[in-house]
């Protein structure tokens, strides 16, 4: 069984940058058949998408946050990991870090999801 | 910019069927997902490909996609089935876009 589980600090400074690490077991990452994502959440708040990326370092960014978003992967730890820069009190939210389906073209979805880790931007 | 649109809220007795739409241009080339998301917890995949239900989502759960508008219905909405719906589809350029949600109330 594939798990996700986030990981790091739930205090940031506004101004500052975000980092959180999603460690993956029960599955490699170093695969083709699936991207990785970022996912969150703010407060009362529906879903909204951050980005996605093949283990490779190939990435996809939501428009809005492109500047200010980084995304990596570690293969030989089976980790990949977000940076949000210059965070803001509006980047409070539940972060969450998922499995996409490959898109072929159609589409493609969140097929297993971490449980997600609340991160607060601190003034 | 493509967007995704659901009503903010649906409420129903138990046992009636609840419909929850998702309306956007991108639903027109793109598959919808539908989510399931409980207060507190990770959202779940409830329908894939449009109609499609993974092992575990109920019968009484079913989706439909014609033109720009989806469809999640529940047939005989239970107490269980409060929770927050989300579909998700993508743009032209492959971004991920999540509807706004729709807070089911079963009572």
């Known amino acids: 069984q594939l798990l996700l589980q986030e990981s790091g600090p739930g205090l940031v400074k506004s101004s500052e940058t975000l980092s959180l690490t999603c460690g993956v077991s029960?599955?490699?990452?170093?695969?083709?058949?699936?991207?990785w994502g970022w996912i969150r959440q703010p407060p009362g708040k529906g879903l909204e998408w951050i980005g996605s990326?093949?283990?490779?370092?190939?990435?996809s960014f939501k428009s809005s946050l492109r500047s200010r978003v980084r995304m990596s992967a570690d293969t030989s730890r089976n980790t990949f990991s977000l940076r949000l820069m210059s965070v803001t009190a509006n980047d409070t939210a539940v972060y969450f870090c998922a499995r996409q389906t490959y898109d072929w073209g159609p589409g493609a979805y969140f097929d297993a999801w971490g449980q997600g880790i609340l991160v607060i931007v601190s003034s | 910019s493509y967007e995704l649109t659901q009503p903010p809220s649906v409420s129903v007795s138990p046992g009636q069927t609840a419909t929850i739409t998702c309306s956007g241009d991108?639903?027109?080339?793109?598959?919808v997902f539908w989510y399931q998301q409980v207060s507190g917890q990770a959202p779940v995949l409830l329908i894939y490909v449009d109609s499609r239900r993974p092992p575990g989502t109920p019968y009484r759960f079913s989706g439909s996609r014609s033109g720009t508008v989806a469809t999640l219905t529940i047939d005989g909405a239970q107490v269980e089935d409060e929770a927050d719906y989300y579909c998700l589809s993508s743009d032209s350029s492959a971004q991920r876009l999540f509807g706004a949600g729709t807070k089911l109330t079963v009572l």
């Open positions: 991108a639903l027109a080339r793109k598959y």
């Open positions: 029960g599955g490699s990452i170093t695969t083709f058949d699936f991207q």
């Open positions: 990326m093949f283990h490779t370092g190939t990435t």
